[in-house]
């Protein structure tokens, strides 16, 4: 089996579109098609991710002489969303910061500091939990618009609605009978 036609099969298999899985990567849709038809081959990086969304081995997509299982569970292209680097490290510092800072306004409370410091170091505590609080949210929010985008749904009502955590898990909930719909 050609290349092209395991990104076919397998974007078939996962219930994706060409657009979606050139929004995904990056690229335009004509590359897709390009692809699935053997008019062109990915690059490098492009056979990384294919491979990241499709849960399968870069070997397994260029290999001919494979062939892909029927049985691919459909994969959550967003399961490590929260816990990429570059969101998990801003928000562990902030929170570090915040328990360092409160545990300080404590222990100056305790030795009987003067109440406007105690508040003022207080205060810093807070900021710095807000502050983890906002880039946990941004990141939720980004989150479910990607996941609209992919699933072709209008996002705007959707991301607003998902600034709560009912909202959020309501949209977890319905996601899938909405993209049917469209």
Same mark, same amino acid.
């Given at each position: ?6 990104? /076919?099969?397998? /974007?078939?298999?996962?219930? #994706? ?7 995904? #990567?990056?690229?335009? /849709?004509?590359? *897709? ?18 491979? +990241? ?6 070997? =397994? #997509?260029? =290999? ?15 399961? +490590?969303?929260?816990? /990429? ?6 928000? !562990? ?53 990607? =996941?609209?985008? !992919? ?20 949209? #977890?909930?319905?996601? =899938?009978?909405?993209?049917? *719909?469209?």
């Amino acid at each position: 089996m050609l290349i092209g036609e395991k990104i /076919r099969e397998l /974007r078939v298999q996962n219930q #994706l579109s060409q657009e979606s899985v050139a929004y995904l #990567l990056g690229v335009s /849709r004509q590359s *897709v098609s390009k692809w699935e038809q053997g008019l062109s081959k990915p690059s490098t990086d492009n056979l990384l991710r294919l491979s +990241e969304i499709f849960l399968v081995s870069v070997e =397994d #997509l260029i =290999d001919n002489d494979v062939q892909l299982k029927k049985e691919y569970e459909s994969p959550d292209f967003f399961k +490590e969303f929260l816990f /990429r680097k570059k969101v998990m490290i801003p928000i !562990i510092i902030f929170l570090g910061l915040f328990i360092v800072i409160f545990l300080c306004a404590i222990v100056m409370k305790g030795y009987h500091y003067e109440t406007n410091v105690v508040n003022f170091i207080a205060g810093l505590s807070g900021f710095f939990m807000f502050c983890a609080y906002l880039v946990f949210l941004i990141t939720i929010l980004k989150y479910v618009y990607t =996941d609209c985008k !992919i699933r072709h749904i209008q996002p705007v009502g959707y991301v607003l609605f998902s600034i709560t955590v009912i909202g959020f898990v309501f949209y #977890l909930l319905i996601r =899938d009978n909405i993209s049917q *719909v469209n």
